[in-house]
């Protein structure tokens, strides 16, 4: 990423951040200086209302290469650099648990066109910008699920099992670029989505919370918090690397 003694504005895209997770990211960086182009599949503009003048807001579906390249482009002509990427737009609280064999191919296709191809349809759009820079820094969202092996789960849990595994071969080949790649891994977050089926989700709440070390919920902030760190100079010599931001459940 840029060094502290840089000048100039920066800029980082954040995908699914009008809401929960992705938007406590775009809060934190602006609080760290950057402008933020708060990217969703609807609701960003508003969301970048709310977040003030250093929050630009852009619809978009990230499977769609077409529209990626529209985000790409507004990015790029508000300070005319990329200087981070955090790739968080995904499907989770809408899937419902159930058996593998019952997992529909129209449902695994739908979870891995947008939390797979949507992280590889952002960098490899993204990186041009940044290579030419010679600097830049992308975090992916991935989850702890995938230490865990969550059942039930098989199409979220395997799709960020492969973001894990894109992101290794990512900061292989940007490394010499210049551009870091790394991950960083939630656990059972108190996002937006979660809390609005917070009646349902209390016995999963309550069993999160006990089987951490740290025996509190975990807020989106927590998960902003890393995401900062990793997009900061102080992480410069970091890349290919998971953080798990889960309270001490899972333990590397």
Same mark, same amino acid.
């Given at each position: 990423?840029?060094?502290?003694?840089?000048?100039?504005?920066?800029?980082?895209?954040?995908?699914?951040?009008?809401?929960?997770?992705?938007?406590?990211?775009?809060?934190? @960086?602006?609080?760290?200086?950057?402008?933020?182009?708060? &990217?969703? #599949?609807?609701?960003?503009?508003?969301? +970048? *209302?709310? =977040? %003030?003048?250093?929050?630009?807001?852009?619809?978009?579906?990230?499977?769609?290469?077409?529209?990626?390249?529209?985000?790409?482009?507004?990015?790029?002509?508000?300070?005319?650099?990329?200087?981070?990427?955090?790739?968080?737009?995904?499907?989770?609280?809408?899937?419902?648990?159930?058996?593998?064999?019952?997992?529909?191919?129209?449902?695994?296709?739908?979870?891995?066109?947008?939390?797979?191809?949507?992280?590889?349809?952002?960098?490899?759009?993204?990186?041009?910008?940044?290579?030419?820079?010679?600097?830049?820094?992308?975090?992916?969202?991935?989850?702890?699920?995938?230490?865990?092996?969550?059942? @039930?789960?098989?199409?979220?849990?395997?799709?960020?099992? &492969?973001? #894990?595994?894109?992101?290794?071969?990512? +900061? *292989?080949? =940007? %490394?010499?670029?210049?551009?870091?790649?790394?991950?960083?891994?939630?656990?059972?977050?108190?996002?937006?989505?979660?809390?609005?089926?917070?009646?349902?989700?209390?016995?999963?709440?309550?069993?999160?919370?006990?089987?951490?070390?740290?025996?509190?919920?975990?807020?989106?902030?927590?998960?902003?918090?890393?995401?900062?760190?990793?997009?900061?100079?102080?992480?410069?010599?970091?890349?290919?690397?998971?953080?798990?931001?889960?309270?001490?459940?899972?333990?590397?």
């Amino acid at each position: 990423m840029q060094s502290s003694t840089q000048q100039g504005p920066r800029l980082a895209v954040v995908t699914g951040a009008a809401q929960g997770i992705g938007k406590a990211i775009a809060s934190q @960086l602006i609080e760290d200086g950057f402008d933020v182009l708060i &990217a969703d #599949l609807r609701g960003a503009a508003e969301a +970048a *209302r709310s =977040l %003030g003048s250093k929050a630009h807001g852009c619809d978009v579906d990230v499977s769609d290469p077409a529209q990626v390249q529209s985000m790409v482009d507004l990015a790029l002509s508000i300070h005319g650099r990329i200087d981070g990427l955090v790739n968080n737009a995904g499907i989770y609280t809408s899937l419902k648990k159930k058996p593998f064999e019952e997992i529909s191919p129209e449902e695994w296709r739908r979870v891995f066109e947008v939390n797979v191809e949507g992280v590889w349809h952002c960098c490899r759009l993204v990186s041009p910008a940044m290579r030419k820079a010679g600097t830049g820094a992308i975090v992916n969202i991935a989850s702890a699920s995938v230490a865990k092996g969550n059942p @039930l789960l098989l199409q979220y849990v395997a799709s960020k099992g &492969a973001v #894990l595994a894109m992101t290794r071969v990512l +900061a *292989r080949e =940007l %490394g010499e670029s210049g551009i870091r790649v790394n991950t960083v891994s939630p656990g059972f977050t108190l996002s937006d989505g979660v809390m609005s089926e917070a009646g349902q989700r209390e016995a999963q709440r309550a069993g999160a919370r006990e089987a951490r070390a740290l025996h509190r919920d975990l807020q989106p902030g927590d998960v902003a918090g890393a995401v900062s760190y990793l997009l900061s100079p102080r992480a410069g010599m970091m890349t290919g690397q998971n953080i798990t931001v889960d309270g001490g459940m899972t333990m590397n």
